[in-house]
T-cell receptor
Framework: QKEVEQDPGPLSVPEGAIVSLNCTYS??????FMWYRQYSRKGPELLMY????GNKEDGRFTAQVDKSSKYISLFIRDSQPSDSATYLC?????????????FGSGTKLNVKP | NAGVTQTPKFRVLKTGQSMTLLCAQD?????MYWYRQDPGMGLRLIHY???????AKGEVPDGYNVSRLKKQNFLLGLESAAPSQTSVYFC?????????????FGAGSRLTVL
């Protein structure tokens, strides 16, 4: 069983839609949760960083962590064509377990004008 | 501020050839990593370094070697390339702070082994 599961998509939505991206995980020790955005032929870049449970909002983006269900989500409001990218979730139990940062395989999002 | 720079961006090798991928960061980060990204597999850690002169194996280290002679540079070597090493390689770095698990990635090096 993979540590982190993520639906690969692709997910295609019209401009302005609310997008929900999700990951599930198996290790209850995970405390740190991240979302990275990766444009085509580019490296991943950090989008959101959350510690433990709860919500975090940054502009049009909201990250949500439900540790009881081992489930994390990224919501994008008023989606734009520029949001078209692959979104990777990542998580770890500690900032210093360098060989135990786990990444999802990514969900490809396409926002149509 | 360039962040993490990888060279080359593209390379085609024949089976059995060797090559080195170069990674340089200008953020004074302590920790550096090499990942490979394959379709459906996500990012997999090859090797990492927690400081100058140190290296350690990750999840998929076989067929690769690394060196970190200077803090800002992390080199990934393939001694005898195999078609299974066709992939996109990403170098990343992170600081020695509470944000140590927040990685800054390079743009990637796309390697094809024929």
């Amino acid at each position: 069983q993979k540590e982190v599961e993520q639906d690969p998509g692709p997910l295609s939505v019209p401009e302005g839609a609310i997008v929900s991206l999700n990951c599930t995980y198996s290790n209850s020790a995970f405390q740190y949760f991240m979302w990275y955005r990766q444009y085509s032929r580019k490296g991943p870049e950090l989008l959101m960083y959350t510690y433990s449970s709860g919500n975090k909002e940054d502009g049009r983006f909201t990250a949500q962590v439900d540790k009881s269900s081992k489930y994390i989500s990224l919501f994008i409001r008023d989606s734009q064509p520029s949001d078209s990218a692959t979104y990777l979730c990542a998580m770890s139990a500690s900032p210093y377990n360098f060989n135990k940062f786990y990444f999802g395989s990514g969900t490809k999002l396409n926002v149509k004008p | 501020n360039a962040g993490v720079t990888q060279t080359p961006k593209f390379r085609v090798l024949k089976t059995g050839q060797s090559m080195t991928l170069l990674c340089a960061q200008d953020m004074n980060h302590e920790y550096m990593y090499w990942y490979r990204q394959d379709p459906g597999m996500g990012l997999r850690l090859i090797h990492y370094s927690v400081g100058e002169g140190t290296t350690a194996k990750g999840e998929v280290p076989d067929g690769y070697n690394v060196s970190r002679l200077k803090k800002q540079n992390f080199l990934l070597g393939l001694e005898s390339a195999a078609p299974s090493q066709t992939s996109v390689y990403f170098c990343a770095s992170s600081p020695r702070t509470a944000w140590a698990n927040v990685l800054t990635f390079g743009a990637g090096s796309r390697l094809t082994v024929l």
